[in-house]
């Protein structure tokens, strides 16, 4: 769960839990403290350049 910090931890943050398969995305938005799936993705596209379901893709290699 959501331990606070700046942008940069909760993107680590959603980066490992997004690494697990089982875990939803918006699961993830919510567990990195963003009020709302739309605005982790924003947040997570602006500092990795990927969504975060890109990420699982293309970076991860999974397919949700």
Same mark, same amino acid.
């Given at each position: 769960? !959501?331990?606070?910090?700046?942008?940069?931890?909760?993107?680590?943050?959603?980066?490992?839990?997004?690494?697990?398969?089982?875990?939803?995305?918006?699961?993830?938005? !919510?567990?990195?403290?963003?009020?709302?799936?739309?605005?982790?993705?924003?947040?997570?596209?602006?500092?990795?350049?990927?969504?975060?379901?890109?990420?699982?893709?293309?970076?991860?290699?999974?397919?949700?």
């Amino acid at each position: 769960l !959501y331990q606070g910090g700046g942008v940069a931890a909760r993107i680590r943050q959603a980066k490992s839990l997004l690494s697990k398969p089982d875990v939803l995305i918006k699961s993830v938005a !919510y567990d990195t403290g963003f009020q709302s799936p739309a605005a982790f993705a924003a947040a997570f596209r602006k500092a990795t350049g990927w969504t975060p379901r890109q990420f699982r893709k293309e970076v991860l290699g999974y397919i949700e």
